[in-house]
């Protein structure tokens, strides 16, 4: 971007709204005070296609303890061997462990005051607390869906927090290798790489702290607490997610992988099917069953939706090209391309295939059985939570409680941020404020949505953007499964 330092209306918008959204869930984050919208226009290629635009320059005013981030202590590093590259302040020892003293004594005061007198302990004490603390911050992002795009060290903040809102997606769709960014070509940062990245990340803070925090130690800590710290934690979330509030059993873990694995296969809606298994009825009759798998294969992706989730991304004749180049010149081939990216295609284009065979019927018939097979297991295991209480109807008033605050119902889709950006590139912010209301209660309907949205369209909104509003109303409710042309958004 030429170094020029703006920021457009936009990603701003984009980073405002998330930020709040995710405090709102609960998530430890940066906060948004003020978004200041300037009449300057910057150009930029959203898309890096050769494609620029004129955009309206923004500034978001983030709030946080601090901004410091693994990457800030990187910036001592001597010269990588095989890239050369080396830190900017190379050499600058006393700068670094004043940082260190700095963000312990500061952000960490209970860790300085135990082990004020040994330097090397309280280096691991806080090495192992950010460890635990990116652990959990990870299992918080992956239970509510959560893409954050660019995980690399300077997007990790030192106090364990979200920072840096960019290409972040919720996903719509459930997909574990779900990719937001569209300009993340490799899937590093993919929906299921993030807790194996944020962990690497914290790889990189601790060969950064030597030598005040010697290389075995950190390793050792970052073995044993990061996965069990995240494992445990996700699983906690997990089971509150699906009202399992009275035992916790060991196959407990299993049939959170079934349902994520039903969710995959049917095409299910990650948020909407959550926030939806409050209403299963433990003692459900068939008649009772049968609306329940209605209103859950409703949320299952449509055969139109599947095919341009599934419709092939190479030319056939590039996909020839890689094909042969991989055999004829396997070193050339991993200079361009990767075996897994290749087979990914080859699975898309089998995928698309048959899709072309399926129809709505029959697959609305193959959703509906992989449901009532896992809805069966979830039934049975909800009959033990039930067994271990002495009042059925108690526990199930707080079952459908815990539930209903752990699984929200709005979550910022892209489909709805793009609304709110469109209306407010025509000079109408009254849908930020909507949205922004609607993100303030994420775990139930937002009251006074409507009020907001009218108060706001006094406020001298032009005739072109009340018309945008109005358009804007008439859409899909924020809480519904995701319009089809919300598949065809790309962020970078």
Known sequence: RQADGRKVLRSSIREFLCSEAMFHLGIPTTRAGTCVTSDSKVIRDIFYDGNPKSERCTVVLRIASTFIRFGSFEIFKPTDEYTGRKGPSVNRNDIRIQMLDYVISTFYPEIQEAYSDNSIQRNAAFFKEITKRTARLVAEWQCVGFCHGVLNTDNMSIVGLTIDYGPFGFMDRYDPEHICNGSDNTGRYAYNKQPEIC??????????????????????????????????????????????????????SKLVSELLETMHLTGADFTNVFYLLSSFSVNSDPSELEDFLEKLTSQCASVEELKVAFKPQMDPRQLSMMLMLAQSNPQLFALIGTKANINKELERIEQFSKLQQ??????????????????????????????????ADAWN???????NS??????????????????????????????????????????????????????????????????????LSYCSKPPLWASELCVT
Not at 410 to 427: F, M, S, V
């Open 406 to 475: 752990n699984n929200p119902k709005y979550i910022l889709r892209n489909y709805i941020a793009q609304n709110a950006i469109e209306a407010a590139e025509n000079g109408d912010f009254s849908e930020v404020r909507n949205v922004l209301k609607l993100l303030e209660n994420p775990f139930q309907e937002a009251e006074g949505f409507r009020e907001v949205q009218e108060d706001a369209e006094e406020e001298g909104a032009t005739a072109t953007a009340a018309a945008c509003a109005q358009e804007t109303r008439s859409r």
């Open 358 to 391: 399926l129809t709505a019927a029959d697959l609305l018939s193959r959703n509906k059985r992989h449901w009532k097979e896992w809805l069966e297991k979830y039934r049975v295991r909800l009959q033990k939570e039930v067994e271990s209480v002495s009042d």
């Open 199 to 252: 962990k690497w990340n914290l790889g990189k803070l601790a060969e950064a702290l030597v030598p005040e925090l010697p290389l075995e130690i950190s390793e050792l800590i970052l073995e044993e607490e990061y996965d069990a710290e995240f494992e445990k934690h996700y699983l906690q979330k997990m089971r509150k997610k699906l009202g399992l509030i009275q035992l916790e059993l060991e196959e407990d």
């Open 397 to 403: 008033t707080e079952r459908v409680k815990v539930m």
